[in-house]
């Protein structure tokens, strides 16, 4: 498939990926995607023993001690 195509059928995953190449560099590739009901690429096995989610992830440029700390003072209320 050529690469307007994937964009046509696939934009909000090649959106996503344009913004990872912007922060991380043109080495990113999209190796699978899903969207609409249609995939593309080869989906990855993984050990669900070594995924973290998302959710689970803190996104946040302040100091960790700062993040905790303000976690603790919310959860003591």
Do not use: Q, T, W
Not at 24 to 29: A, I, L, N, Q, T
Not at 32 to 56: F, Q, T
């Amino acid at each position: 498939m050529k690469k307007d195509e994937v964009r046509r059928l696939f934009p909000e995953c090649v959106a996503f990926a344009d913004v990872c190449r912007e922060v991380f560099g043109d080495g990113v590739k999209l190796v699978y995607a899903e969207e609409n009901g249609r995939s593309i690429g080869n989906r990855s096995e993984h050990d669900p023993e070594s995924v973290v989610n998302l959710k689970d992830m803190v996104l946040d440029s302040r100091p960790m001690g700062e993040i905790i700390a303000e976690r603790d003072k919310r959860r003591a209320k």
